[in-house]
């Protein structure tokens, strides 16, 4: 086993990492930037050492230095949580070439399922559903405009390289195509450095299933039941649940085998996470493998006892799965919320600050995970999520309940939040009764809260807050342009 692990992360998914090294009396290392000085994942670990300036690029992306720090205090496997390196195949590379254990998949399996266009193309062949659209890149309009007719509009323009939301267009009439289809790709260009695009069905109100999956390097896989994950905003998800309300127990069985096949066919170890769209009548589409640890995998522990996170490291130091298929089964259920630092009210901009106060609830059934304390301070540096607050009950009823009671308990100031938001998700009657899908907030909460306009007062406001944090000059135009600009946040990293 392990002696010494590096947690090339930062804030929630750094200290639930630690915390399952600290239980297998493995030493931690953490890692942080200059505006995580004095984060809570620094404290916690057994040694902290300094990345760079705050920026991502300068920090928790700068792969010489992680690298070069988990060889000086002899390291000898990293972690990479969620986002930054974690589905990074050049950093597992360099990784293993440094000699110390990626704690995750193989960086070929990474490299197969990190462009979606050869990854739907490999699912095909393993008789994985996918979405109906091309598994080629689209390379002009003309090309375009062909397959979209044989496709059948409306249609979805997706970033071959795609990740978070980002680089999306929905097409419902062809004469929007050629704009549409230079929009998405200026887009991945910009996010991904690649503007590769290609065609997917859109398809007309689905449910967002996915399963995870786990893999040990001796060739044994199971599965750990599915996750729905249909409440979201502009594709980014807030609420996900486990079990699916909506997933009865032949659709399981058939969705979580074709998991499975999808894991095989990338000969894929560690944990990971298979998206499907699911339509009305539960027949499901593969969307894509995340191959990591997903943000959401609190709901699956809970249901099913687990620990992920001892799993993913005892995988990695070459252990077999600690448990077959068979000792698994759904116990109760289990719905997390995201809780952000933004103004659901004021076009979700993302809302900085100090936590003056960060009450968290806690009681039966309530599981926490935040990287934050009272007094941190919630950067525009990195993705706004300040904690997860996840419930488990008996039912699915008792679950939801506990999260009421929970979010009416959770006590944050000095940032706005969208707890108000979700106490109003949790009030729907249509969440109540399991029946939406991934339109939901759209359809329930569109002008109340999606697009209300942003007064000039709110914008000065948010120029002098954040300019100061970024040290730039609020009377600079452009800089109060960006303000205004959606796609400014967007460039946050999300997972
Ligand atoms: P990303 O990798 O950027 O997260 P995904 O392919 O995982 O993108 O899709 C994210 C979300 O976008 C899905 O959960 C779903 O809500 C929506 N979506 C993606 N593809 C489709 C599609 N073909 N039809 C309808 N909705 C889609």
Same mark, same amino acid.
């Given at each position: 086993?392990?002696?010494?692990?590096?947690?090339?992360?930062?804030?929630?998914?750094?200290?639930?990492?630690?915390?399952?090294?600290?239980?297998?009396? =493995?030493? $931690?290392? #953490?890692?942080?930037?200059? @505006? /995580?000085?004095?984060? +809570?994942?620094?404290?916690?670990?057994? %040694?902290?050492?300094?990345?760079?300036?705050?920026?991502?690029?300068?920090?928790?992306?700068?792969?010489?230095? =992680?690298? $070069?720090? #988990?060889?000086?205090?002899? @390291? /000898?496997?990293?972690? +990479?949580?969620?986002?930054?390196?974690? %589905?990074?195949?050049?950093?597992?590379?360099?990784?293993?070439?440094?000699?110390?254990?990626?704690?995750?998949?193989?960086? $070929?399996?990474?490299?197969?399922?990190?462009?979606?266009?050869?990854?739907?193309?490999?699912?095909?062949?393993?008789?994985?559903?996918?979405?109906?659209?091309?598994?080629?890149?689209?390379?002009?309009?003309?090309?375009?405009?062909?397959?979209?007719?044989?496709?059948?509009?409306?249609?979805?323009?997706?970033?071959?390289?795609?990740?978070?939301?980002?680089?999306?267009?929905?097409?419902?009439?062809?004469?929007?195509?050629?704009?549409?289809?230079?929009?998405?790709?200026?887009?991945?260009?910009?996010?991904?450095?690649?503007?590769?695009?290609?065609?997917?069905?859109?398809?007309?109100?689905?449910?967002?299933?996915?399963?995870?999956?786990?893999?040990?390097?001796?060739?044994?896989?199971?599965?750990?039941?599915?996750?729905?994950?249909?409440?979201?905003?502009?594709?980014?998800?807030?609420?996900?649940?486990?079990?699916?309300?909506?997933?009865?127990?032949?659709?399981?069985?058939?969705?979580?085998?074709?998991?499975?096949?999808?894991?095989?066919?990338?000969?894929?170890?560690?944990?990971?996470?298979?998206?499907?769209?699911?339509?009305?009548?539960?027949?499901?589409?593969?969307?894509?493998?995340?191959?990591?640890?997903?943000?959401?995998?609190?709901?699956?522990?809970?249901?099913?006892?687990?620990?992920?996170?001892?799993?993913?490291?005892?995988?990695?130091?070459?252990?077999?799965?600690?448990?077959?298929?068979?000792?698994?089964?759904?116990?109760?259920?289990?719905?997390?919320?995201?809780?952000?630092?933004?103004?659901?009210?004021?076009?979700?901009?993302?809302?900085?600050?100090?936590?003056?106060?960060?009450?968290?609830?806690?009681?039966?059934?309530?599981?926490?995970?935040?990287?934050?304390?009272?007094?941190?301070?919630?950067?525009?540096?990195?993705?706004?999520?300040?904690?997860?607050?996840?419930?488990?009950?008996?039912?699915?009823?008792?679950?939801?309940?506990?999260?009421?009671?929970?979010?009416?308990?959770?006590?944050?100031?000095?940032?706005?939040?969208?707890?108000?938001?979700?106490?109003?998700?949790?009030?729907?009657?249509?969440?109540?009764?399991?029946?939406?899908?991934?339109?939901?907030?759209?359809?329930?909460?569109?002008?109340?809260?999606?697009?209300?306009?942003?007064?000039?007062?709110?914008?000065?406001?948010?120029?002098?807050?954040?300019?100061?944090?970024?040290?730039?000059?609020?009377?600079?135009?452009?800089?109060?342009?960006?303000?205004?600009?959606?796609?400014?946040?967007?460039?946050?990293?999300?997972?």
């Amino acid at each position: 086993m392990f002696k010494k692990i590096l947690i090339a992360n930062r804030g929630e998914i750094a200290l639930r990492i630690i915390r399952a090294c600290k239980e297998m009396n =493995i030493n $931690s290392v #953490a890692v942080y930037s200059e @505006a /995580d000085k004095t984060s +809570p994942h620094t404290k916690y670990a057994d %040694e902290a050492y300094y990345l760079g300036e705050s920026p991502s690029s300068e920090s928790y992306l700068n792969q010489d230095k =992680i690298i $070069s720090i #988990a060889k000086q205090v002899g @390291a /000898d496997a990293i972690h +990479p949580g969620y986002g930054f390196f974690s %589905e990074n195949a050049v950093f597992i590379e360099a990784v293993e070439d440094a000699g110390i254990t990626f704690i995750g998949p193989s960086s $070929s399996s990474v490299k197969m399922m990190g462009v979606k266009t050869a990854a739907r193309q490999l699912m095909s062949q393993y008789n994985v559903p996918i979405v109906p659209g091309t598994t080629y890149p689209i390379k002009s309009v003309s090309e375009g405009k062909e397959a979209a007719i044989k496709i059948g509009y409306p249609i979805l323009l997706k970033a071959a390289a795609g990740g978070g939301g980002k680089g999306m267009k929905l097409v419902t009439i062809q004469n929007e195509f050629a704009s549409s289809f230079e929009a998405a790709q200026r887009e991945a260009l910009k996010f991904f450095a690649d503007d590769t695009v290609y065609i997917e069905k859109y398809i007309e109100n689905p449910r967002h299933i996915e399963v995870q999956i786990f893999g040990d390097r001796l060739g044994n896989y199971v599965h750990i039941f599915e996750r729905e994950c249909s409440i979201q905003r502009r594709y980014q998800k807030i609420i996900e649940e486990a079990p699916s309300s909506f997933v009865d127990n032949k659709t399981r069985d058939k969705i979580t085998q074709v998991a499975i096949n999808a894991a095989k066919a990338c000969g894929y170890y560690n944990a990971g996470t298979i998206e499907f769209l699911m339509d009305k009548y539960s027949n499901f589409y593969f969307l894509e493998m995340n191959t990591r640890l997903q943000v959401e995998h609190p709901v699956t522990e809970m249901i099913s006892g687990l620990d992920l996170v001892k799993e993913q490291i005892n995988v990695a130091a070459g252990e077999k799965l600690s448990f077959d298929q068979g000792d698994l089964k759904i116990n109760g259920h289990s719905i997390e919320a995201r809780i952000y630092a933004e103004d659901p009210e004021n076009n979700f901009l993302p809302s900085t600050g100090k936590l003056l106060e960060f009450q968290i609830p806690s009681g039966p059934g309530i599981r926490i995970d935040t990287g934050f304390s009272r007094g941190s301070l919630i950067s525009l540096y990195y993705d706004p999520l300040i904690a997860k607050l996840s419930a488990w009950g008996r039912t699915r009823q008792e679950a939801l309940e506990r999260l009421k009671r929970a979010l009416s308990e959770f006590q944050v100031a000095g940032v706005t939040t969208n707890i108000p938001l979700v106490k109003a998700v949790c009030n729907n009657i249509n969440f109540i009764n399991g029946s939406y899908d991934i339109n939901f907030m759209e359809k329930e909460f569109t002008g109340e809260l999606q697009n209300r306009a942003v007064s000039s007062n709110e914008i000065e406001n948010a120029v002098v807050i954040i300019s100061s944090l970024l040290k730039v000059r609020s009377s600079s135009t452009e800089f109060k342009n960006s303000i205004t600009d959606n796609n400014k946040w967007n460039e946050l990293q999300y997972e």
